[in-house]
Structure formats: C-alpha cells, structure tokens
C-alpha cells in the first residue's frame, strides 16, 4: 500500500481514529429543528446495519433480540466501549447529537471491531435528537439501563428546558425504561448534580439505588473511569456527582 | 430582530374555527380575536359577558371548544389568554394567563378540569374544582400537566372514557398519557405513542359504539392520510389515503395537490368521520368499520359552491356537520377577516348506503337558526364567494410556515459539511486512489 493512501485520520499504530480530526464545538443547540433520518416508529428503525452480526439481514431480524442500553449524548464513546466487552451479548446504543463526534464513535467502533474479531459487535451510535425522538427509537419498556454523563450544564435559567435530565423528559425516560431499568447521571458541575437528583427524587416513578446497591453495581464505577470527560474530571482532580434511580411502579396515580 | 419576527407572526392569516354545543343548543364561530355565538334554542345572538376581571381576547383565537356535557366553553389563541365561559348566560367565569401562544385546549368529560397546549410543547392544566357557574372564579393558575419537547402541539382530546389525554404534535408524534387522579402534580404515565404518520399531526378525533365504548383514535395529517389507531398500545389499526382521492378530484393534471388534512370531525351515534382537506372544495366523509377497524372513503361532498374550502368543522348530536371557511388577517381588503358557514344534513343513520344518498347541503334559509344566524356567524349575509380561495390560500400558507420543516436535499447537507477536517481527508484519499499521480511523493 501506498504511503500517501494511508488514512491519516486513523491513527497507524492503534488502528483507531484519531480526535483531532474530529473536534466538534461542544454545544448543540437542542431545540433547532432537526435535518438527519429518523425512524417513523421504533419497528422501523433498522438494527441490521448496526449489529450486523446479531441481524445478518434486514429481513431476518429476531424480534427478541432488542437494545437494552442507552447512553444519552455518548460523546465519543468511552463507556460504551467499556460496557461493551462487559455485557458481551447486550445490544446497547450511543445517542449523539453532533454529527462529527457520531463519525468518530462509528469510526472508533469499526476500528474495534476490526482489530478485535468477535468482539465490540454489540454497540453502536447514532447521530439523533434524543430530547426530540426518544419514541422513535424504544418501545415502551425496552430499555435496561439509560445513561446521561456529563450532560450539557446549560446554567442560566432561560436554557434549563434545554437540559436533558428535566422533570417532563423523565415522563419518556419512564416510558422506554421497563420496570426495574436503572438510569444513571453523573456530572462535575454541583448545580446541575442537585438538579438531576431533584428531579428523579421529585418524580412518582423513579426511587433512589441504596448504598449497597450502588457499590455491588460494576456499572456505577464505570462512570468516572470510562468516560472521556470522566477521565479529564479526574486528571484535574475534580468532583463528581452522580445520581442512580430504579424505573418503579408509581405507588399513585 | 425579536419585535420584527413578532410582527411578521402577527399577520400570518388565521383560520376561521367553528364548534357546535353537543346537543346543538347553540353555535360558535371565532374569526380573528372575534368570538360569535348564536343561541339556537333561544334563536337568538349571544351577546357575551365577561365579567371575570382578566382582559379580553386581542389576538387571533386558535382554538375554541364546548365542554362534553356542553356547560363550558373555552376561546383561547396567539394573546395567550385562555377564557373559559359558562354556556348557560354566556359570561365568562375565570381567564387563565399562559406564558406563550395557546394552540389547543380540551376539557375533562366531568368538566372538572380544562387542559391547553402551548407552543413550546407543554401542556397545561386548569382545576375548576369550587365552581358554581355564577361566581367568577379570580386568579386560577394554571400547572403543567405533560410536555412534548419544544414542539408545537397541534391537537388535545380527552379519551371517550376520559382515562387518557392524547396529544398531537408538529414532530409526527401523538402521545397517548393516563389522566391521573389529581393532574395538578402532573401526568407522568405515558400509555402508548401511535406512530406513523410522516408529515406533522394536524387533528384528532374519537370513534366510539356501544361495542366499543373505550373509542378509537382517528387522526389527520400533513402527510395527506387519516388513520384510525387503537390508542392503548399504540397500534396503527388502517391507513385512508385521502390525499390520492382528492387528488384525483382536483387534478388539473399539471401540478401537485397537496392535500393536508386540515380538520377532522367524527358524527355522534355513528362512525362517520367528516374530513377537510387544504386543497378540496368540500369534505371527505370517511366511514370506519369497528369491528373489521377499517377506514375507507364513503363519499366526497363537493357540492357546495366553488369556493368552500372549509377551515373547521363541528357537530352535534342532531346530526348536522357545520363547516366555516375564512381568515382574519388578511392583506388588500377592506374587511380584513371573513368567514362563511355551511351546513351538511342527513348523516345521522347507522346505514351507509343512505348516508352516501341522503347527505345535503342546506341552502342558507334552512340552516338551523337560518339567516339571523349567519349575520351573527358571517358578520354578513352575502360575502363574495371568490375572496374565500384566497382566504384558504392564506390559511395554507400560514400553516406551512408554522408546522412544515424545510427540507433539505442529502447533497445540499453534504456539500455544507465539504469543509470539515474528517470529511477533507477522506476525500482527498479517495481522490488520490483513483488517480494514483507518483508525483505525490
């Protein structure tokens, strides 16, 4: 192979791609109208081109087998790569808003893929609005676990609706959740950790995970480790705040 | 720029809406910030009094509507006041503040409560709990009950049953959520989503029989259908391609109709559904089979005068379709707002065969409440009945604006992003793979 053919956008001695080709801002405007694909109903949302060992065709798609793991805003792909060797036989899925950083996750995937056969076969990403077209994607009950790590802050008060743990979005994130899902949030920024963890406590069909729970969890030590950000949070030897609540049966309603 | 676009919204043209009393004791016309009403078991105009204390209505009303049992009525638009009349002196009883533009509201079967939708997505609640009907009742608030995110929510309807609310939004979605007990700490639960419909929500309306008490869900949208869904689980029971027949009916062969469902209205006592079409002068009336759950187009009603592209649609349970077309707002005329009511007979049978035979279009003495009630209605007897094209022309126009996405093309959004660091490479990758130049070296 040529020298000047090589991809200089994957890195030649991982194998991977490489961020810098990748830098995205890191704001979205979520509330802008949306101008990517979007599956009419969730039986419309075709699994074969992202697990494609799991649905070798678009027709043969078993039904039972459906993605259980959301990671809401999954940036560049930290904890899905973790969790994806940990829950080898769990479709699980990134949602990211930013079409670049989606093109790295996908290339980062393929690359995994590539250099460990057999393996990374159960995650991919998708670039979509998950504030806007949750519905689109999940059943009611589909889901296992949702994740939301180091979500957009947005600080001022005017832009609170814009932030995706909010006490009407927790109504969807209550619908695709099946009773006992867990949804995990973990941020550095203390405001927007006492937010996250009001609106779960204040919401009918979420409780708090107990202490034991938490630590028997491999998944909760993954939050900080897996994480791009979680990571940089912990180079600058920052805080974290996090907020675990189990999907219940509204004791009222 | 803010007070700019604020004046541009101002003069999109509004659609003249329309609501019928359930045991037609009377009927409601609002055009522009003007709410008419005529007393049909009176004969007589209605001359409304609000004695509530809050303002009364500036801008144009977006959406109006009559209470189950027909005791209430609520008026509520673009000056974000909801206004919620008691039907039995015409007085208004309390006038809610919302924060932004009101598109849809609905009252609770037991009329305890009355619901309206922004257009920021969320939906509000309003307890009448203390209400006598002869005391106004001052500074009720009003606590969101559930919310689409940010997306314009185009139909409320409470469920036959009166256990779920359904809304309908701008994003194709309509969401299905349990009313709960005290609906102040809000509606939580989601029952179902009926997803399929690929162009915004417009309208919704519900079917129901003795058989089927629980009632199906029909509704109408941009992308030129109306389906017919069962709602507790969500499931798309049939699809009526209203749009190819109306089509049809319009083809000048050259251009293409597009044919938005603009209104829906289902019959009492049958399972008729009277649809209005952007692009049809007449209706559509759509029969459904309950038990086979099919929809299929009975017959298309067209005869009623070149120009009669209805904006809204209402019935009661006598049987009659009311229909008016008009605008307010709008440009090179001398009276800005027009409107023209019309009305179907003949629709209440269980047989469909009559329904197809028997259905006529009232001449204007016939109409109940006859002449003095279209004065009241119209705001005149004889409108010129060419300006009403251009009203559903501007009403068309305006709606697009408001619910339809730009497009674009997938080669307009590539070559927007053909400056990007990860795009360039790979591109000048495969540029050089194709002509191989050892001159790169």
């Known amino acids: 192979m040529l020298e000047n053919e090589a991809n200089p956008t994957i890195s030649k001695s991982t194998g991977l791609p490489r961020k810098r080709f990748y830098r995205a801002r890191a704001h979205s405007n979520p509330l802008s109208d949306s101008h990517f694909p979007v599956p009419v109903s969730p039986s419309r949302f075709d699994l074969s081109g992202h697990y494609p060992q799991f649905f070798p065709s678009y027709d043969q798609v078993d039904c039972s087998k459906k993605i259980r793991f959301a990671d809401i805003g999954c940036g560049f792909g930290g904890l899905l790569i973790s969790l994806a060797t940990l829950f080898p036989e769990t479709l699980m899925i990134g949602m990211e808003i930013r079409d670049k950083v989606t093109e790295y996750v996908k290339e980062r995937i393929l690359a995994l893929r590539m250099t460990n056969p057999g393996q990374y076969q159960n995650i991919s990403v998708v670039r979509t609005n998950s504030m806007k077209y949750i519905p689109n994607y999940f059943e009611k009950g589909q889901l296992l676990k949702m994740f939301f790590l180091f979500p957009d802050p947005h600080f001022k008060e005017k832009n609170h609706r814009r932030r995706v743990i909010s006490p009407h979005l927790l109504d969807e994130y209550a619908y695709v959740l099946g009773i006992g899902g867990i949804i995990y949030t973990i941020t550095d920024v203390e405001e927007l950790g006492d937010w996250m963890k009001a609106c779960l406590a204040n919401h009918p069909m979420f409780e708090a995970l107990t202490r034991e729970e938490l630590e028997v969890d491999p998944v909760v030590k993954l939050l900080n480790s897996a994480t791009e950000e979680g990571q940089k949070v912990a180079r600058n030897g920052g805080q974290t705040f996090q907020a675990v609540y189990r999907r219940i049966v509204p004791s009222v309603c | ?441």
């Not at chain 2, 829906?264 to 049958?270: F, G, H, R, V, W």
């Not at chain 2, 591109?427 to 793979?433: E, L, N, P």
């Open chain 2, 1 to 441: 720029m803010g007070t700019h676009m604020e004046e541009e919204k101002n003069r999109e043209a509004a659609p003249a809406l329309i609501s019928v009393h359930p045991s037609q004791n009377s009927v409601a016309v609002s055009i522009g910030s003007d709410l008419r009403v005529f007393d049909l078991h009176g004969d007589c105009v209605v001359n409304l009094v609000d004695d509530s204390g809050g303002p009364s209505h500036k801008d144009c009303i977006r959406a109006i509507r009559y209470g189950a049992n027909g005791s209430l009525f609520v008026s509520a638009g673009d000056d974000k006041l909801v206004k919620i009349w008691s039907t039995h002196y015409w007085h208004c009883i309390t006038t809610v503040c919302s924060e932004k533009r009101v598109s849809a509201v609905a009252i609770s079967n037991d009329s305890l409560y009355v619901c309206f939708a922004d257009k920021f997505g969320v939906v509000w609640v309003v307890d009448l709990h203390g209400l006598d009907g002869s005391q106004p009742l001052i500074n009720r608030k009003a606590a969101p009950l559930l919310a689409h995110y940010c997306s314009i929510i185009t139909s409320l309807e409470f469920s036959p049953d009166g256990r779920v609310i359904v809304s309908a939004d701008r994003d194709f979605k309509i969401r299905v959520t349990v009313f709960p007990k005290n609906p102040l700490d809000g509606a939580h639960e989601i029952q179902s989503f009926c997803l399929a419909h690929t162009e915004f929500v417009s309208c919704l309306a519900f079917l129901c029989s003795l058989d089927h008490p629980q009632g199906f869900l029909v509704s109408g949208s941009g992308d030129s259908t109306v389906r017919l869904w069962e709602i507790s689980a969500g499931s798309l029971l049939d699809t009526c391609d209203v749009g190819t027949k109306a089509g049809l009916l319009q083809s000048d062969g050259s251009e293409e109709v597009v044919s938005t469902v603009t209104a829906l209205c289902t019959i009492a006592d049958t399972t008729l559904v009277a649809v209005a079409i952007q692009s049809l002068r007449g209706i559509m009336l759509l029969s459904c089979d309950l038990s086979a759950q099919t929809l299929s187009i009975a017959k298309v009603v067209s005869n009623m005068g070149e120009s009669f592209i209805p904006t809204s649609l209402g019935s009661s349970s006598a049987g009659l379709l009311w229909m008016v077309t008009g605008a307010s707002n709008l440009h090179g005329f001398d009276n800005a707002s027009l409107s023209r009511v019309k009305v179907i007979s003949g629709l209440k049978t269980i047989n469909l065969v009559s329904v197809v035979n028997d259905t006529t279009v009232l001449d204007d003495n016939k109409i109940p409440g006859g002449v003095k009630l279209l004065e009241k209605l119209q705001g005149h007897v004889c409108v010129e009945e060419k300006v009403f094209l251009l009203a559903a022309e501007a009403v068309k126009t305006a709606m697009s604006n408001l619910l339809i996405k730009k497009q674009y093309s997938s080669e307009k959004r590539e070559f927007r992003k053909r400056t990007r660091n990860d795009r360039k490479i790979k591109v000048s990758i495969s540029a050089a793979a194709k002509n191989r130049c050892p001159n790169n070296f």
